[in-house]
């Protein structure tokens, strides 16, 4: 259980990082996916106000990082923060931003997974996977265990379960499982296994029309479900070198996370968001799965509105989460050893 049972969807990231201001004090954090009026921003802001020995700014768009450095480093002109471009829908922008990033830490204490597209045409990354699985899982899996061994060096000398690895995912994880048969869209609903279909509800389907197959939030759900069975699989392997996963649902917030969305889709999303938070409580959930010591516990995995809650089945499930860690290996083409690491 969280250490705060009172906190809920209206807490904001400023009050948890000054619940938690001890945890944050001295800490290496490394956020993935960073620009103004996103998420990232406003974790990195909320952090900055209590001491970290080091923030490592990670994202797409170098002037974008840039501009966020100049506002947090207006009211904290001391703190450290470093800037690195790393492409998560590139394998080569990832090898290459990790060996940054490797340089320029000797640990990582948090590392947050926060970058994420959501997209309404079938596009492609470089290595041609369905953008969304490439970049809101595929880059942030390759990424983590490049920077595997900086993850274990911090856990060595720090209480076991306070290195945490935190993917942000998303309520939408409900829309759909791993797509395993065919994982970037090449094929119509009726011709994958059934479990592998997508949520169904009376009046509302996520087919795609006839003659398509691609099924944009499909798809993003599927990538969320992606990033909540890389928490599992984390927690149930590196428990032993004392590092801890957590999946976070921020809330319904609005940032340029819709910005590829059309008319359409776009009153889709303005209809799932009951409660709209601000960017500050949308923040709130990733931060305590960062710093709240109660959930050293590798059966935490997954956080809404602060508190622990219970994702669906199909994210929840150990050989889903094997099967997931599998296939990623072999889409990536490296094989990562956690017991190895552990070891190291
Ligand atoms: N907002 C919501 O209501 C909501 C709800 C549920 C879950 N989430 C999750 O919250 C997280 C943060 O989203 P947000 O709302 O803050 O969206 P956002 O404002 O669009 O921020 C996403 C960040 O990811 C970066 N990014 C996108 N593609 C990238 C790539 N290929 N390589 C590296 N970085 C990349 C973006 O950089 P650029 O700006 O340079 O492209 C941006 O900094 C996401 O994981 C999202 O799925 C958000």
């Given at each position: 259980?969280a250490?705060?049972?009172?906190y809920?969807?209206y807490?904001?990231a400023?009050e948890?990082?000054r619940?938690?201001?001890?945890?944050v004090r001295?800490k290496?954090?490394?956020i993935?996916?960073v620009s103004?009026?996103?998420?990232?921003?406003?974790m990195?802001?909320?952090?900055?106000?209590?001491?970290?020995?080091?923030?490592?700014?990670a994202?797409r768009?170098?002037?974008?990082?840039?501009q966020?450095v100049?506002?947090?480093?207006?009211?904290?002109?001391?703190?450290r923060l470093e800037?690195?471009?790393?492409?998560?829908?590139?394998?080569?922008?990832?090898?290459?931003?990790?060996?940054?990033?490797?340089d320029?830490?000797?640990?990582i204490d948090?590392?947050?997974?926060?970058?994420?597209?959501?997209?309404?045409?079938?596009?492609?990354?470089?290595?041609?996977?369905?953008?969304?699985f490439g970049t809101?899982?595929?880059g942030?899996f390759?990424l983590?265990?490049?920077?595997?061994?900086?993850?274990?060096r911090a856990?060595?000398?720090?209480?076991?379960?306070s290195?945490?690895?935190?993917?942000?995912?998303?309520?939408?994880?409900m829309?759909s499982?791993?797509r395993?048969?065919?994982?970037?869209?090449?094929k119509?609903?009726e011709?994958?296994?059934?479990e592998?279909r997508?949520?169904?509800?009376?009046g509302?389907?996520?087919?795609?029309?006839?003659?398509?197959?691609?099924a944009p939030f499909v798809?993003?759900?599927?990538?969320?479900?992606a990033n909540?069975?890389?928490?599992?699989?984390?927690?149930?392997?590196l428990?032993?070198?004392?590092?801890q996963?957590?999946?976070?649902h921020?809330?319904?917030?609005?940032?340029d996370?819709?910005?590829?969305?059309d008319?359409?889709?776009?009153?889709?999303?303005e209809?799932?968001?009951?409660?709209?938070?601000?960017?500050?409580?949308?923040?709130?959930?990733?931060?305590?799965?960062?710093?709240d010591?109660?959930l050293a516990?590798?059966?935490?995995?997954?956080?809404s509105?602060?508190q622990v809650?219970?994702?669906?089945?199909?994210?929840?499930?150990?050989?889903?989460?094997?099967?997931?860690?599998?296939l990623?290996?072999?889409i990536?083409?490296q094989?990562?050893?956690l017991?190895?690491a552990?070891?190291?």
């Amino acid at each position: 259980m969280a250490s705060h049972p009172e906190y809920d969807q209206y807490t904001t990231a400023t009050e948890v990082a000054r619940a938690f201001s001890e945890d944050v004090r001295g800490k290496t954090v490394v956020i993935v996916g960073v620009s103004p009026q996103s998420l990232g921003e406003s974790m990195t802001t909320a952090l900055a106000a209590h001491s970290p020995s080091l923030v490592l700014l990670a994202s797409r768009t170098k002037a974008k990082i840039e501009q966020v450095v100049t506002k947090v480093k207006a009211d904290h002109p001391t703190l450290r923060l470093e800037i690195v471009e790393v492409d998560l829908s590139s394998f080569d922008s990832i090898r290459k931003g990790s060996k940054i990033i490797n340089d320029l830490v000797d640990r990582i204490d948090i590392l947050i997974n926060n970058a994420a597209v959501v997209m309404t045409t079938h596009a492609f990354t470089r290595e041609g996977l369905e953008l969304q699985f490439g970049t809101n899982h595929i880059g942030p899996f390759l990424l983590t265990n490049l920077l595997m061994p900086k993850l274990v060096r911090a856990a060595q000398s720090s209480a076991t379960g306070s290195t945490r690895v935190i993917n942000v995912t998303s309520q939408g994880h409900m829309i759909s499982p791993i797509r395993f048969s065919d994982h970037s869209f090449h094929k119509r609903p009726e011709e994958i296994p059934a479990e592998e279909r997508p949520m169904s509800r009376p009046g509302v389907s996520f087919d795609p029309p006839p003659g398509e197959t691609y099924a944009p939030f499909v798809a993003y759900g599927q990538s969320k479900t992606a990033n909540i069975l890389m928490s599992l699989y984390l927690n149930q392997h590196l428990s032993g070198a004392g590092i801890q996963s957590i999946a976070t649902h921020p809330g319904s917030i609005w940032t340029d996370l819709s910005r590829n969305l059309d008319e359409k889709h776009l009153s889709i999303i303005e209809k799932t968001g009951g409660f709209w938070k601000d960017l500050d409580q949308g923040s709130a959930t990733t931060l305590v799965a960062a710093l709240d010591p109660n959930l050293a516990d590798p059966k935490v995995i997954y956080l809404s509105d602060c508190q622990v809650a219970k994702p669906a089945d199909w994210a929840s499930d150990g050989r889903a989460a094997e099967q997931l860690w599998k296939l990623s290996e072999d889409i990536v083409g490296q094989q990562f050893d956690l017991a190895a690491a552990c070891r190291l």
